[in-house]
RNA sequence: GCCGCCGUAGCUCAGCCUGGUAGAGCGGCGGGCUGUUAACCCGUAGGUCCCGGGUUCAAAUCCCGGCGGCGGCGCCA
């Protein structure tokens, strides 16, 4: 006898003898029958109980989320979800279940109650729906950067000072040594492996301690990042919309049941595809104020700048030539600016902006190749070049022209699964208040 | 860091403005029902109205303080 799940039950002819498990998504019962939606991690597949076996006392006392396993005979019905169930024989084993805390009204809710059982809410067909996507989104990003000749590398998540200059660091304790603080992002050990691999990207968690109080924020987030030797910006612009375009592509070919579950608008993701639009942040600023939005050069643009911006288009766009105040030390400036004081400098930078509100899902640009200038800007950022020793010192020995980008996956997920808050976008998630479940 | 909102049954909420001793739906339990699709119908149990103080004959309701949470901005992925 096979054990077999739901979606394989769903296909079998008629009178094939199954054995199939999960736990309880409904229960409906009658004089002379009972239903049972079971649940397993294809999807969903209906129970049927005659009163008259033994079998069904068990039934009976069956709460939602109760687990069994079960054998029976597919059978079709135009009444059964699916179009076909089983009829059950025998009980192979079980387990009652408490009465479970979460209905239908929590979930439409969606309460802080749900945070609260988040151990539990990740049963919901909407978090299944979502980790399946992400579980693909993942494989996609793996997918593109492999078949594009990048090594796949790991970096260390303890680390002993700051990338971006004003974000801010989870201090941890390190035996009794100095406090270390954890990883904010790969990129400066990416842009020492260039000098050995050329082409890398990793995923990997990356941590940072602003006490953001937004949708589009984790305390904890997971980075796909990638660092390119002989790259400048446009090759980062490439490479970031053919890596979103895979993502999406994959997305939309293996998971269109979870995005129609979850109610999400494919015709908006079907318009993805290269090249992006791109927008200077020059242009974009005479295109907000033309909007009415009075922006200043030189700022970065917020939330509702972004999102003005963005409703002008489609697809995702890449918004680059951020002015250099506006940006962290390690971006390189536009080489004719590069005499002109720092506040109207603009960098070789660029942002990848989702549509529909979503804002930025990924950041990136060209790095300062040479030691010099590398210096000067650490300078003229107010920082410590003793703090940035082992990064100067990459510029040392053979200095390469290199870009790279890291792309905000949970942001990501987000998107291409329509949610609401970034949150959702991962089983357990980690923001300024939340640390368990 | 700044601004706003919320805290009542296991869960989702009403009641608060205009003070008079606690309500609904879901869930639980019991019963009914010839195939349900968040089933439906009847019955029933279930409460530290977040905590502390104040005003009042009387506080879930008004005032003050605290705690917890949610949303938004800034910052960023």
Same mark, same amino acid.
Request: net charge negative.
């Given at each position: 006898?096979?054990?077999?799940?739901?979606?394989?039950?769903?296909?079998?002819?008629?009178?094939?003898?199954?054995?199939?498990?999960?736990?309880?998504?409904?229960? +409906?019962?009658?004089?002379?029958?009972?239903?049972?939606?079971?649940?397993?991690?294809?999807?969903?597949?209906?129970?049927?109980?005659?009163?008259?076996? &033994?079998?069904?006392?068990?039934?009976?006392?069956?709460?939602?989320?109760?687990?069994?396993?079960?054998?029976? /005979?597919?059978?079709?019905?135009? +009444?059964?979800?699916?179009?076909?169930?089983?009829?059950?024989?025998?009980?192979?084993?079980?387990?009652? !279940?408490? @009465?479970?805390?979460?209905?239908?009204?929590?979930?439409?809710?969606?309460?802080?109650?749900?945070?609260?059982? +988040?151990? *539990?809410?990740?049963?919901?067909?909407?978090?299944?729906?979502?980790? =399946?996507?992400?579980?693909?989104? #993942?494989?996609?990003?793996?997918?593109?950067?492999?078949?594009?000749?990048?090594?796949?590398?790991?970096?260390?998540? #303890?680390?002993?000072? %700051?990338?971006?200059?004003? %974000?801010?660091?989870?201090?941890? $304790?390190?035996?009794? =040594?100095?406090?270390?603080?954890?990883?904010?992002?790969?990129?400066?050990?990416?842009?020492?492996?260039?000098?050995?691999?050329?082409?890398?990207?990793?995923?990997? @968690?990356?941590? $940072?301690?602003?006490?953001?109080?937004?949708?589009?924020?984790?305390?904890?987030?997971?980075? %796909?990042?990638?660092? /390119?030797?002989?790259?400048?910006?446009?090759?980062?612009? $490439?490479?970031?919309?053919?890596?979103?375009?895979?993502?999406?592509?994959?997305?939309?070919?293996?998971?269109?049941?979870?995005?129609?579950?979850?109610?999400?608008?494919?015709?908006?993701?079907?318009?993805?595809? @290269?090249?992006?639009?791109?927008?200077?942040?020059?242009? %974009?600023?005479?295109?907000?104020?033309?909007? !009415?939005?009075?922006?200043?050069?030189?700022?970065?643009?917020?939330?509702d700048e972004e999102r003005a911006l963005t409703q002008k288009f489609d697809t995702p766009i890449h918004l680059y030539g951020f002015p250099s105040v506006?940006?962290?030390?390690?971006?390189?400036?536009?080489?004719?600016?590069?005499?002109?004081?720092?506040?109207?400098?603009?960098? *070789?930078?660029?942002?990848?902006?989702? &549509?529909e509100g979503y804002g930025e899902i990924v950041g990136g640009g060209e790095r300062i190749e040479d030691p010099e200038e590398l210096r000067r800007k650490?300078?003229?950022? !107010?920082?410590?070049?003793?703090?940035?020793?082992?990064?100067?010192?990459?510029?040392?020995?053979?200095?390469?022209?290199?870009?790279?980008? !890291? *792309?905000?996956?949970?942001?990501?997920? /987000?998107?291409?699964?329509?949610?609401?808050?970034? =949150?959702?976008?991962?089983?357990? &998630?980690?923001?300024?208040?939340?640390?368990? &479940?």
């Amino acid at each position: 006898m096979q054990v077999v799940s739901s979606k394989e039950a769903l296909s079998l002819p008629d009178g094939e003898t199954v054995i199939v498990r999960g736990w309880v998504y409904r229960k +409906r019962e009658f004089k002379d029958k009972i239903f049972v939606l079971l649940r397993d991690r294809e999807g969903i597949i209906q129970l049927v109980f005659p009163q008259q076996i &033994p079998e069904s006392q068990i039934a009976r006392k069956l709460n939602i989320e109760s687990s069994l396993i079960v054998e029976g /005979m597919v059978k079709s019905d135009v +009444r059964a979800p699916g179009g076909k169930e089983i009829h059950v024989s025998k009980v192979l084993w079980y387990f009652i !279940g408490e @009465p479970f805390p979460i209905n239908e009204y929590a979930a439409q809710a969606d309460s802080e109650y749900l945070l609260d059982v +988040r151990h *539990l809410w990740i049963r919901s067909r909407k978090m299944w729906a979502i980790l =399946r996507v992400r579980h693909t989104v #993942f494989e996609a990003i793996h997918e593109y950067f492999r078949s594009k000749g990048f090594y796949e590398v790991h970096c260390p998540i #303890f680390v002993s000072s %700051a990338v971006e200059g004003g %974000a801010t660091l989870f201090k941890v $304790r390190y035996f009794d =040594r100095e406090d270390v603080y954890l990883t904010q992002s790969a990129q400066f050990y990416l842009e020492a492996l260039i000098f050995s691999l050329e082409r890398v990207y990793t995923i990997a @968690p990356s941590f $940072r301690a602003e006490p953001s109080r937004t949708r589009r924020h984790l305390t904890e987030f997971w980075h %796909a990042e990638a660092e /390119m030797a002989w790259a400048g910006m446009r090759d980062v612009m $490439r490479v970031s919309e053919e890596l979103i375009t895979h993502v999406v592509r994959k997305v939309l070919e293996d998971r269109l049941e979870e995005l129609s579950l979850l109610k999400r608008n494919l015709e908006k993701l079907e318009l993805v595809k @290269p090249p992006f639009p791109r927008v200077s942040y020059d242009e %974009a600023i005479s295109m907000l104020n033309s909007m !009415g939005l009075d922006i200043k050069w030189g700022a970065d643009l917020g939330a509702d700048e972004e999102r003005a911006l963005t409703q002008k288009f489609d697809t995702p766009i890449h918004l680059y030539g951020f002015p250099s105040v506006a940006k962290a030390f390690y971006h390189k400036d536009y080489p004719e600016d590069r005499e002109k004081p720092l506040w109207e400098r603009r960098t *070789l930078s660029v942002d990848v902006l989702a &549509p529909e509100g979503y804002g930025e899902i990924v950041g990136g640009g060209e790095r300062i190749e040479d030691p010099e200038e590398l210096r000067r800007k650490i300078r003229e950022f !107010g920082l410590k070049e003793e703090d940035y020793q082992w990064y100067i010192d990459l510029r040392k020995y053979g200095s390469v022209p290199h870009a790279g980008f !890291g *792309l905000g996956v949970d942001r990501l997920v /987000m998107w291409i699964c329509g949610l609401d808050h970034i =949150r959702d976008s991962l089983p357990f &998630p980690r923001d300024i208040r939340r640390v368990r &479940p």
